[in-house]
């Protein structure tokens, strides 16, 4: 079975940095997937981690470690327009579950000017 | 090239009531799915495909059915709608068998909005 486990609220402000964290227990694991879903919208890519460590893209970072069963997700300089639910997704290793994702329930982030 | 596309975005239902709400994706994707989302819940699977003509079952299948006639097309039915159907249908692909890299990232289409009275 898959469990994942992010915080349901966070508030941050503008400017500021924020760490969405994220830790999941599953049967097989092949890699972890952050997507962004502003209200009443489609959820959309941000990250793909498969290997420990962190990976950078512009004001997004995401880090993984494989053996804790840990992921973040960080938020630099934060905008108003980051305000969002933040859905952490992992993939397991092939068989019959191969291309399917497990969401998390998503964290929703508010920013306050 | 539009991505994923989904019909309707809004539909109304009386109980009983049957629909179909259409998937189409153009980037040739060999992986298909059905989300339900709603508040509290996160995404949660209810059938998906990975290929042409095959179709399984994820965590929420019941009162729905699904086909894949077309590897561009996925179709999600409700046979005999219930209010407890009342939700936000996610449709999303994955998997390009012919683009050189092996990528499970999913597309989402924009939703449908469901309303069973």
């Known amino acids: 079975g898959q469990n994942i486990d992010q915080p349901t609220e966070m508030t941050a402000t503008e400017g500021a940095i924020v760490q969405i964290n994220c830790t999941y227990q599953?049967?097989?694991?092949?890699?972890l997937f952050w997507y962004q879903q502003h209200a009443g919208e489609a959820p959309t890519f941000l990250s793909y981690n498969v290997l420990d460590g962190l990976e950078e893209k512009g004001r997004f970072s995401s880090f993984l470690s494989r053996s804790k069963g840990y992921s973040y997700l960080l938020l630099k300089e934060l905008q108003m327009k980051d305000s969002a639910s933040y859905l952490c997704?992992?993939?397991?290793?092939?068989?019959?579950?191969?291309?399917?994702?497990?969401f998390g329930r998503g964290t929703q982030l508010t920013v306050w000017p | 090239n539009a991505g994923v596309t989904q019909t309707p975005k809004f539909r109304v239902l009386k109980t009983g009531q049957s629909m179909t709400l259409l998937c189409a994706q153009d980037m040739n994707h060999e992986y298909m799915y059905w989300y339900r989302q709603d508040p509290g819940m996160g995404l949660r699977l209810i059938h998906y495909?990975?290929?042409?003509?095959?179709?399984a079952k994820g965590e929420v299948p019941d009162g729905y059915n699904v086909s894949r006639l077309k590897k561009q097309n996925f179709l999600l039915g409700l046979e005999s709608a219930a209010p407890s159907q009342t939700s936000v249908y996610f449709c999303?692909?994955?998997?390009?068998?012919?683009?050189?890299?092996?990528?499970?990232?999913?597309?989402f289409g924009p939703g449908t909005r469901l309303t069973v009275t």
């Open positions: 999303a692909s994955s998997y390009s068998a012919t683009s050189g890299s092996i990528s499970y990232e999913q597309y």
């Open positions: 495909s990975v290929g042409e003509g095959t179709t």
């Open positions: 997704a992992v993939t397991p290793r092939g068989g019959s579950t191969l291309g399917r994702l497990y």
């Open positions: 599953t049967s097989g694991f092949n890699g």
